[in-house]
């Protein structure tokens, strides 16, 4: 028998993406016995736009003590563009060159990458665990391997079909939802030289799907194609929707491998993030822009407020869940609740009307619509966001 006021770890964290591996390392630096626990080994599979805004980078320099040229020598960062577009199905709507530039990364050695280290820094990694049992109470866990494993806190970084937050749904510790805010994502790889009249930056496209949009993202040899649309509004079926982006791209199907799918957070995000000593981070509570589907920003960023409140709470660990709460009250929900509100309103406009509307915007105000993404301003009326709010 586990005695529970003498946990194995200091914290455990389900799930070791980037959410899950920050919120690692950073207890792990600060001296927290910390315990990683995922379903998969790393590097592992895993098909993602990829897209790392300016906000990601400053944070990820300031979290990690890196930089962008440290990052690229070891290959994290695949490729970068100052350009972009935005396109209604075939038209061309808007060009557009950034200031900053956007980067890419290759998710499976981007992931991999996060979590050695947050080994090097401490922490423990433990691969081929799949927890299926929760108890808050005593922040323990069960996994399919017949393990158990208490902790002072339990981190949720198991992405956005969360175990850990259906389990809290079910023991009555957090509301369900339905998932309102979810959606659907279709996406394949393409190599560059099967998609000659693909660019080699970043585009969006609206006009293929209601409640959603498609893209097109580059590598150096590579370009990831995807579509999304919100479950309860789409509307339409995703795998018909993905046929006629590809022709609208001039793919052939027959160019492309087999489609993957995964759900995105897209507007489902928790108002109570968690439960006792249990904090949900990420994906998993549903942290994700749910415009653009941004969501690398925000695993960084809740990994930080995460850990920081394990740290701040570690003498009086039952406040853990109030300090998290309250840091993501002040800093990403109310940047999230903003753009819900304004997708809901530009994607409630019949037709093609909701990409000319934000092309529009782009065509008259491009780089406060630039600075907005890049988190220079704020979403809330495109307020300038100083250094010191930012981090």
């Known amino acids: 028998m586990l005695n529970a006021s003498r946990p194995q770890f200091d914290a455990i964290v389900i799930g070791a993406g ?44 300031d979290l990690f003590q890196t930089s962008l040229d440290y990052l690229t020598s070891f290959q994290v960062i695949a490729h970068q563009s100052a350009r972009y577009g935005v396109n209604l199905r075939d038209w061309t709507c808007f060009r557009g060159k950034l200031e900053y530039p956007f980067h890419f990364v290759d998710r499976s050695v981007y992931d991999a990458f996060w979590l050695q280290m947050a080994c090097k820094a401490g922490a423990e990694f ?6 299926i049992s929760l108890t808050p109470s005593s922040s323990s866990v069960i996994t399919d391997t017949g393990n158990q494993y208490s902790g002072r806190y339990i981190i949720g970084a198991d992405g956005a079909p969360s175990r850990l937050r259906r389990l809290l749904v079910a023991g009555g510790y957090i509301k369900g939802n339905n998932n309102p805010g979810l959606a659907t994502t279709l996406e394949v790889m393409v190599s560059a030289s099967r998609a000659p009249a693909l660019p080699d930056y970043p585009l969006i496209y609206f006009g293929n799907i209601p409640w959603g949009y498609a893209w097109c993202f580059p590598r150096r040899d590579l370009r990831i194609l995807g579509i999304c649309g919100l479950n ?28 993957k799918s995964h759900a995105l957070p897209y507007g489902n995000f928790l108002n109570q ?3 006792e000593k249990v904090l949900l981070v990420g994906d998993a509570c549903g942290l994700a822009d749910p415009l653009l589907g941004e969501g690398i920003y925000y695993a960084h960023k809740s990994g930080q407020l995460a850990a920081l409140a394990a740290i701040q709470s570690y003498r009086y660990s039952q406040n853990a869940f109030t300090l998290y709460r309250h840091y993501l009250s002040e800093t990403i929900i109310p940047e999230l609740k903003f753009v819900r509100i304004v ?3 530009i994607f409630s406009l019949p037709g093609s009307w909701p990409g000319r509307a934000l092309s529009f915007l782009l065509k008259i105000s491009p780089r406060k619509c630039e600075e907005t993404l890049q988190g220079q301003r704020s979403y809330r009326w495109l307020r300038p966001v100083t250094t010191a709010s930012r981090k």
Do not use: W
């Open 18 to 61: 980037p959410a899950g591996s920050t919120a690692a390392y950073l207890l792990a630096k600060s001296g927290f016995h910390v315990l990683v626990l995922d379903k998969q080994d790393f590097p592992r599979d895993k098909l993602c736009g990829g897209l790392l805004t300016r906000k990601t980078v400053l944070l990820l320099e």
């Open 273 to 275: 993030p968690g439960a």
């Open 343 to 345: 997708r809901s309103i």
């Open 232 to 259: 309860q509004k789409s509307g339409t079926s995703l795998k018909r929707a993905m046929a006629r982006f590809l022709q609208t791209v001039n793919v052939s199907p027959d160019s492309i491998g087999a489609l």
């Open 126 to 131: 433990r691969s081929g665990e799949k927890v």
